[in-house]
């Protein structure tokens, strides 16, 4: 039996991830193909309350705490990730560890400092970039109360999700799965449309390992 695909939407704050992640999670399950939607971070299990706190500015953390934070909430859905996608369900994550880094880097951590925690984690088969400028995300009803939906912050995390793109397009580090930027500006159905066309070829199911993020070697 062939596994399911491991596909994760990446993008700033409004660009879309969620309704996009919704509307492919339907097609998908209208074209009979299993899946699971796994939202990061993931607020329901104890680490993910400290980070909700966090976000919503009730709680303050040391930067790099919350990052390791955000990481661990990765790390103790991955093992379940795996199973998941073994068992032939393909898993659709709308955030992963890309904005892990991105959003941390973007507050003066070093780069290489924020990838490490999340290396060996499940690596992707696909990563979807939905790509818009911070000024036109704003314009689509403002930001929330969140701690980083500020449009400073937003260009930043912008400029550092170019960064990997270029690296992994570059393949400079390793394992990360194909990366595709598709253009968030446009309406929903045109950018549902775009993201059907890569994910469709995944739909059958993948033949290949698991590999891990950042490493060579693949998962046993
Ligand atoms: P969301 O629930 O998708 O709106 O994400 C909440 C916020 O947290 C959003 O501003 C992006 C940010 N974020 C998501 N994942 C990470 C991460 O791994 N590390 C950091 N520092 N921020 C993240």
Redesign the pocket.
């Known amino acids: 039996m062939l596994r399911g695909a491991f596909i994760v939407i990446e993008g700033l704050?409004r660009s879309g991830?969620?309704t996009q992640a919704a509307m492919l999670v339907s097609r998908l399950e209208g074209a009979n193909v299993p899946v699971k939607l796994q939202?990061?971070?993931d607020?329901t299990t104890p680490i993910g309350k400290m980070?909700d706190a966090y976000?919503r500015s009730e709680s303050d953390l040391d930067d790099h705490t919350?990052?390791l934070l955000?990481?661990a909430?990765?790390w103790e859905l991955a093992a379940q990730l795996e199973e998941t996608l073994k068992a032939g369900i393909t898993v659709l994550c709308?955030?992963y560890?890309f904005?892990?880094i991105a959003?941390?880097a973007s507050?003066g951590l070093p780069y290489e400092w924020c990838r490490a925690p999340d290396r060996s984690l499940p690596a992707p088969d696909l990563t979807i970039f939905l790509d818009i400028a911070p000024e036109k995300a704003m314009e689509r009803g403002g930001y929330g109360d969140?701690?980083?939906?500020k449009e400073e912050m937003q260009r930043k995390v912008r400029e550092l999700f170019r960064r990997m793109e270029e690296e992994i397009t570059k393949d400079t580090h390793g394992v990360v799965g194909a990366w595709t930027t598709i253009d968030a500006s446009q309406d929903k159905e045109a950018v549902a449309q775009d993201i059907w066309q890569v994910v469709e070829p995944l739909t059958d199911g993948c033949s290949n390992v698991i590999r891990r993020l950042w490493q060579q070697s693949p998962i046993p």
């Open positions: 704050d991830k969620s939202k990061f971070p607020r980070i976000l919350i990052h955000f990481s909430n990765r709308d955030r560890a904005s892990g959003f941390s507050k969140e701690r980083y939906e």
